[in-house]
């Protein structure tokens, strides 16, 4: 979700969750007190969090671009990772030359690992979400000694 479609979605949230927000048309500070303060009740905030979490939650379990390539589309790589003992699916863009845009200016200029469902490593010409876990750090491992 980029930055401004989280914007949206976190006004869109407090104006349903918060009466005092009806009128708001966004979460910038104005450095006036009547606007920037406010009472909300627990429930309010509790709503609010909520629904902050569920947006996250949905976002973190949408597909990306590195998991369905168009139609016709050449160099894809898919399949099925033992690392250390866990399952790992993979998609990965893989050209036949080194690239700028690649990991480590190789040849995979996108890749996405999920495990149990959850994306652990997401590449899109930059990283979007690193390696950190050991699944995730050995199955990256796998990928570049296959591919890069």
Not at 32 to 44: L, M, P, R
Not at 115 to 144: C, F, M
């Amino acid at each position: 979700m980029t930055k401004e479609k989280l914007e949206k979605e976190l006004i869109r949230i407090a104006r349903e969750k918060v009466v005092s927000m009806e009128d708001r048309e966004d979460l910038e500070c104005h450095k006036n007190g009547e606007e920037d303060f406010f009472e909300i009740a627990i429930f309010e905030l509790k709503n609010v969090m909520l629904a902050a979490y569920e947006l996250g939650k949905k976002d973190s379990e949408m597909p990306t671009k590195a998991s369905k390539p168009a139609d016709g589309e050449t160099g894809w790589k898919k399949g099925i990772l033992d690392a250390v003992g866990e399952k790992v699916d993979y998609w990965a863009k893989v050209y036949e030359e080194p690239s700028e845009f690649g990991i480590n200016g190789g040849r995979i200029s996108k890749l996405m690992l999920k495990h149990n469902g959850t994306i652990i490593l997401n590449y899109d010409r930059g990283w979007d979400v690193k390696p950190t876990d050991e699944i995730s750090k050995a199955a990256y491992k796998q990928i570049l000694k296959m591919y890069n």
